[in-house]
């Protein structure tokens, strides 16, 4: 059975950092694509970085040079590693398993982790 | 990269129909065949329902339907169920860099 869980969040102040984690089981996280997206309070979805097989990685703009995606092979475990964190950041963080489906060109997520929040304030 | 654009909600009475748009531009919804729509519970995760605009994984009532035309996609959910109740959000592929964009999100509220 796959399962992702989230793990790292927790309350910084604005200007610091925070590393959260995404433990997997029921499949091998390098020889899947693997992103992570976010929600803010009450708001929408919101992309946030993705990271493919071949560990090729991309990022929004809005975290890019703060943000970085990276994967434990040992551990099964996805990351992200958040820097100068900022209030705009505050959300809840979920991981997500990425397939492609027969016939699709384009991966998809298809699991999600139960999410971590994360509450940047002073 | 702008969000997609949603209404904020829409309604049904149980067995009714009910469409949700989800309008981009030609360089997200109408520029590529990678359009999907997730649906959120409340404190849960997203699941996925539609992918590459019209197919649904396994698993997924055949009353959830998705279709495109031009720059907006739209979900339609037939013979509403009350558990149908949820936030349902679109999502586009966007290019290689920045990978994908959601929309704002469009509550579903079974009357």
């Known amino acids: 059975e796959v399962q992702l869980v989230e793990s790292g969040g927790g309350l910084v102040q604005p200007g610091g950092s925070l590393r959260l984690s995404c433990a997997a089981s029921g499949f091998t996280v390098s020889s899947n694509y693997m992103s992570w997206v976010r929600q803010a309070p009450g708001k929408g979805l919101e992309w946030v970085s993705l990271i493919y097989s071949g560990g090729s990685t991309y990022y929004a703009d809005s975290v890019k040079g703060r943000f970085t995606i990276s994967r434990d092979n040992s551990k099964n475990t996805l990351y992200l590693q958040m820097n100068s964190l900022r209030t705009e950041d505050t959300s809840v963080y979920y991981c997500a398993r990425e397939t492609y489906y027969d016939g699709s060109g384009y991966p998809y997520s298809d699991y999600w982790g139960q999410g971590t929040l994360v509450t940047v304030s002073s | 990269q702008s969000a997609l654009t949603q209404p904020r909600s829409v309604s049904g009475s149980p067995g009714q129909s009910v469409t949700i748009s989800c309008t981009g531009t030609?360089?997200?919804?109408?520029?590529?065949?990678?359009v999907s729509w997730y649906q959120q519970h409340p404190g849960k995760a997203p699941k996925l329902m539609i992918y590459d605009v019209s197919k649904r994984p396994s698993g997924v009532p055949d009353r959830f339907s998705g279709s495109k035309s031009g720059n907006t996609a739209s979900l339609t959910i037939s013979g509403l169920q009350a558990e149908d109740e949820a936030d349902y959000y679109c999502?586009?592929?966007?290019?290689?860099?920045?990978?994908?964009?959601f929309g704002g999100g469009t509550k579903l509220t079974v009357l």
């Open positions: 030609s360089s997200d919804v109408g520029g590529y065949n990678y």
């Open positions: 999502c586009s592929y966007v290019g290689s860099y920045t990978s994908r964009v």
